[in-house]
Structure formats: C-alpha cells, structure tokens
C-alpha cells in the first residue's frame, strides 16, 4: 500500500521530530526546532508527511511568494523500514509539482548516495560544493532543479 502524501498536522510533530531523531542522529533538529516549524507553516513553509497510519517520512519545504523564483528544500527523510520503497520518490513528486516553473536548491551530504541518486533521478543537478561543512569535515553538495519548459 502507497502512503498517502499529506500537509502536516499538529498532531504529527512528536512523529517528525522523532523520525529526523532517528534519520539525522546528531544533525537532528531540536524538539523546539521543530516546534517553531510546525508554527510557520503556511503557503511559503510546506511540510508534507507520508502517511502509512504512521508518519514514514516528512519534507520541507521553503517557498516564497511567487515573485521569488528560488524554492528550497530544507529537509527530507525516510523511515528506515521505508527506504527503497518509493516514500521519498512520492515526496519528491508532491513537493516538486507545488514547484512549477521555479528553481529548487537543496543541500545535501556527498556521502549520502542514496539521497544524491534520488535527487538525480528527479533531475537534480550538482551546482556547487561546501567544502568541510558537516561535522567530521564533509562536504555539502549544493544541487538545483529546474522544470524542463
């Protein structure tokens, strides 16, 4: 069964912050964090959950009033009994559709392969580097989506 992909609710702020708990580790947002994001949501703070009876994954995202071509996805995670099932791809799908005729940028870990080809698939392309930007000295690999005209 495909999850539903659906804006976020109060109620699903204990499951989200619970699951970047358990995707991010030590990157993770804080409770409060997440709490403040959960206040703002609105036309220009997205976040969508894919929802099985439980939340399976979450995305965010950041988009401006129209005017504004540059869209940005601030997160996007996965249970990790849900990876390789097609959550992320429905995310991706969903957030990109609410983003016609703009540019997304995101930011992601170079060691992060399964995000990178994720991304890439939905044609994501690598613009640019953080050199040394995540703790142990990663690297983040900037990457833009723009709509094919």
């Known amino acids: ?22 995707c991010f580790g030590p990157e993770a947002w804080s409770s409060a964090a997440w709490g403040g994001e959960f206040e ?7 976040i969508l959950v894919a929802d099985e009876g439980a939340v399976a994954g979450y995305l ?3 988009v401006p ?3 504004v071509d540059v869209v940005e996805l601030l997160r ?18 969903a957030a990109l559709k609410r983003c016609a005729g703009r540019t ?10 399964s995000a990178i080809g994720l991304y890439g698939g939905f044609g994501f392309e690598e613009i640019s580097r953080r050199r040394g930007y995540y703790a142990g000295g990663e690297d983040a690999v900037i990457m833009r989506w723009r709509e094919s005209l």
């Open 1 to 22: 069964m495909r999850p539903a992909i659906r804006p976020a609710v109060a109620d699903d702020l204990a499951a989200v912050a619970g699951l970047d708990e358990v």
């Open 40 to 46: 703002r949501v609105s036309d220009d703070r997205v």
């Open 60 to 62: 965010v995202l950041l």
């Open 65 to 67: 009033p129209v005017e």
């Open 76 to 93: 996007i995670a996965v249970a990790p009994a849900e990876r390789r099932t097609g959550v992320g791809g429905q995310l991706m799908t």
């Open 104 to 113: 997304v940028l995101l930011e992601v870990a170079a060691g992060n392969e």
